[in-house]
């Protein structure tokens, strides 16, 4: 079952004047390249860069006081219909964005030609990469040839596709599971290329590391506004609760919900329980977005998590009391325990002014109450 917490308000095509929209994104675009070029650094994100004039907001760490997003901004939302898709849209639309979305049955993002004729028609201000193949650690380790190509496609897709339509600014979202298996914690954005992957999702690592690089040439090579966020454990309201294919707070919900409804006295989960996880309600990471895509012009991607973890086990008696659930928990060792820890070090988002709000136990029983009220 994939419950369906979809986002509706959205409006279809252009209903702006796209020729406007074209013109300003292109206009930031080589206003973009023009100060890089002055700053000596294409696209660096390190060097005495100097702030743009007017519109930008923090390059190089330098801050001046108007957003990189433009106010009433028309920003393409792709994967709006997924968890992370319809919060950045809610959260978009909020601020007074307008929000373009494309269901897959009338955009398949892998197709490249089709997602640039999209782009190239209604030319948004900017774009969200929020569509993406997804999974929890069995989908991932049985399946890495889909998380690797479908992946790969979209990405090439869709940020070519903006390029090429004139799209001034993009925000990419790649996924903690970039860094080594045993960086140190918590993880800052330079462990990157710094050791050996988790094996249970490497193919989808290497995918996303490869949209960082994609994202990193698209500013070094044409001073594109292209920036990358990485976001650790994420959850909340449009998750997906499909016990083979979804990651583990979702499965941990119905898994308790439903052993409380049928009055069995003990669940089985995965691998030992001793992993660490840190996880961030989809509303916070939303926000963050909001932040970045504001205030962020650096070459560097941005780690997005609240700051602290907990074992699987932890985790898994938090949802029981949150479900009700009472009975004994089993953990069935022939099922992969994953990396064993993933703290992510937030102090760069954190330095841009945004922190997380949704405490871990408030945001597990509000989405228990939107799964319920789904099903
Ligand atoms: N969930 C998490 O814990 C984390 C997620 N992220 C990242 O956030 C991003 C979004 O993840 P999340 O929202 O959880 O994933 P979901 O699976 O909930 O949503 C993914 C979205 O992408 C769309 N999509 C997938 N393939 C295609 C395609 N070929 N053409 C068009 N649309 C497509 C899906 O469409 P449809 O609805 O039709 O299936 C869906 O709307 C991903 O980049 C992911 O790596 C990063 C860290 C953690
Ligand atoms: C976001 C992130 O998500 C994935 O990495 P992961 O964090 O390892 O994934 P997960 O949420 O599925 O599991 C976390 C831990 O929980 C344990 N666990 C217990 N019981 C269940 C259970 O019932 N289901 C699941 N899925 N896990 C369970 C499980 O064994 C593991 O130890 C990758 O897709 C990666 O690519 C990625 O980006």
Redesign the pocket.
């Known amino acids: 079952m994939r419950v369906d917490g979809r986002f509706r308000a959205a409006a279809h095509g252009r209903t702006r004047a796209a020729g406007r929209g074209r013109a300003r994104t292109v206009a930031l675009d080589r206003e973009v390249r023009r100060d890089r070029g002055r700053a000596g650094g294409a696209g660096s994100g390190r060097g005495p860069l100097r702030p743009l004039r007017e519109r930008t907001g923090i390059i190089g760490g330098m801050t001046s006081s108007l957003p990189l997003l433009p106010p009433n901004a028309r920003v393409f939302v792709a994967g709006h219909r997924g968890l992370v898709g319809s919060a950045v849209a809610r959260r978009l639309t909020a601020d007074g964005h307008e929000v373009l979305t494309r269901g897959r049955a009338d955009l398949d993002l892998r197709d490249a030609a089709a997602t640039a004729a999209y782009l190239k028609d209604v030319r948004p201000d900017a774009v969200v990469l929020a569509a993406a193949k997804?999974?929890?650690?069995?989908?991932?380790s049985t399946y890495p040839v889909q998380?690797l190509e479908e992946n790969l496609q979209i990405q090439l897709s869709v940020i070519g596709g903006a390029h090429a339509a004139g799209v001034g600014r993009l925000l990419f979202l790649g996924?903690?599971?970039i860094y080594p298996k045993l960086a140190p914690q918590p993880i800052h954005e330079d462990a990157l290329l710094t050791g050996p992957l988790?094996p249970?999702?490497e193919a989808?690592?290497l995918a996303k590391i490869a949209g960082i690089v994609q994202v990193q040439s698209y500013r070094k090579q044409y001073g594109a506004s292209y920036i990358s966020a990485m976001?650790?454990?994420?959850y909340g309201p449009g998750d997906n609760f499909d016990?083979e294919t979804?990651?583990?707070?979702p499965?941990?919900v119905r898994?308790f919900h439903e052993a409380a409804a049928e009055g069995r006295d003990e669940v089985t989960?995965?691998?030992?329980?001793t992993?660490r996880?840190e996880f961030l309600h989809v509303d916070d990471l939303a926000a963050a977005c909001a932040v970045l895509l504001n205030t962020y012009d650096g070459d560097e991607p941005v780690n997005i998590g609240c700051g602290e973890d907990l074992t699987?086990r932890e985790?898994?008696e938090t949802v029981a009391e949150v479900t009700g659930f009472r009975g004994r928990l089993a953990w069935d060792t022939s099922?992969?325990?994953?990396?064993p820890r993933?703290l992510l070090d937030v102090s760069r988002l954190t330095s841009l002014g945004w922190k997380p709000g949704i405490p871990l136990r408030d945001g597990i029983a509000a989405t228990y109450e939107w799964w319920r009220e789904q099903s």
Do not use: Q
């Open positions: 997804v999974g929890g650690i069995m989908a991932n998380f996924s903690s599971c988790e249970t999702n989808y690592a976001p650790t454990n994420l016990l979804s990651h583990v707070l499965a941990l898994r989960l995965w691998g030992s329980g992993p996880r699987i985790l898994a099922k992969p325990d994953g990396t993933k």
